[in-house]
């Protein structure tokens, strides 16, 4: 029972961010009909819903030491968190706002669209601009796989295997990676969903908070962000929360569909607008050349991944289950779905790979 009680919270506001998201999406949709996809916004109204439900299920509930370890997790996700995010939004109002009335003239979304026009007309007459703005995209992207890698291997590798600190808190390396990667994983996904709030609030005309927004967060969407995605939640959003059903495989194959989620993804995109030179289909922007690089580097990360993190798998297992994620990423590529790549890539690859994992 004290188990449930101490994930509840976490569980209460995701759900209830789910369906502040499923708001703004159908406000959006009302007023950007042309612009807003709404299909992908019930998808990631869904998965709002799958990440609280699931919180509670990715702990042991066999080690009693864990809840300790729980009681941290929460209070970062449903205290600190929220105080970080109050205290920028205060500052921002307080020290900047007030003290430079003229800013809520300047810091409002048309400038942000205006940016957006700008860099859309200098990649129509430029490569080398389209190719830097998909740069900064797919690093964006890239950064919360970069994360979940990082504390994974400082608490299997170094905090267990060097420090032997599971002898001294009585939980494995492994379970506190699991409740590192899920404290940094779940608090991210507040964080840009709140400034998410802040930047779309300026659909409502009287409860507009857009001018509240750091500029150097402007910045960085002006430069990663396309022009109808202002219309959306951002893709990390997406991305991050995709992550989280995938949390219940293995890590080797968690890991791997991360990988093809984000360096997968950026080599399609990154190679197809570097050296591309055939449309396929010729109605689509993606190249030959995208296709076969992207499907190369999932099999190759895939395989790096699951060497690493499954020591013990035969080489032709490692490989078959290699295969089928990189086959999967190939066809969510070539079929160009109306949904997010970065919620099909995850789903998907990782489930072929968990089965296959299971099968052979």
């Known amino acids: 029972m004290v188990y449930y009680i101490l994930t509840l919270p976490v569980t209460l506001i ?18 950007y009909s042309k612009d807003h996809n709404f299909i992908n916004s019930i998808f990631v109204f869904l998965l709002w819903i799958v990440a609280g439900t699931a919180y509670p299920f990715f702990y042991s509930t066999s080690n009693a030491n864990i809840e300790y370890f729980q009681t941290i997790s929460m209070i970062f996700i449903c205290v600190i968190t929220p105080l970080i995010i109050f205290l920028i ?31 859309n007309s200098q990649i129509k007459n430029s490569k080398v601009n389209a190719l830097k703005t998909d740069l900064h995209r797919k690093c964006l992207h890239l950064f919360p796989a970069g994360v979940i890698f990082s504390l994974w291997i400082f608490a299997v590798y170094i905090w267990d295997g060097l420090w032997n600190q599971n002898e001294i808190w009585g939980i494995s390396g492994e379970d506190y990676g699991r409740f590192l990667i899920l404290t940094a994983g779940y608090s991210g996904i507040l964080i840009f969903a709140a400034l998410d709030y802040i930047r779309l609030s300026c659909i409502f005309e009287n409860r507009n908070l857009y001018h509240l927004l750091p500029d150097n967060v402007l910045n960085i969407l002006g430069k990663s962000m396309k022009r109808n995605e202002f219309f959306e939640f951002i893709k990390p959003t997406a991305l991050i929360l995709s992550f989280v059903p995938i949390f219940f495989f293995r890590f080797s194959v968690f890991s791997a569909a991360t990988l093809i989620a ?28 995208g296709y076969f690089a992207g499907f190369l580097t999932s099999f190759g990360i895939s395989l790096l991944s699951l060497w690493l993190f499954s020591i013990n798998l035969p080489l032709i297992k490692l490989v078959l289950i290699g295969l089928g994620g990189a086959i999967v990423f190939f066809f969510v590529d070539f079929l160009n779905l109306k949904i997010d790549d970065n919620i099909l890539n995850p789903l998907f690859c990782a489930t072929t790979m968990g089965i296959l994992y299971c099968l052979l």
Do not use: C, W
């Open 89 to 119: 939004l205060y500052y921002q109002h307080v020290f900047v706002a007030k003290r430079s009335p003229d800013i809520k003239k300047t810091r409002i979304a048309e400038v942000l669209l205006e940016k957006f026009d700008q860099n």
């Open 14 to 31: 995701f759900i209830a961010n789910g369906f502040g998201q499923l708001h703004y999406a159908i406000k959006l949709h009302k007023k």
């Open 262 to 289: 984000t360096i997968g993804d950026g080599a399609a995109s990154i190679f197809g607008m570097r050296f591309g030179k055939i449309n396929f289909p010729k109605t689509s922007k993606k190249t030959i050349v």
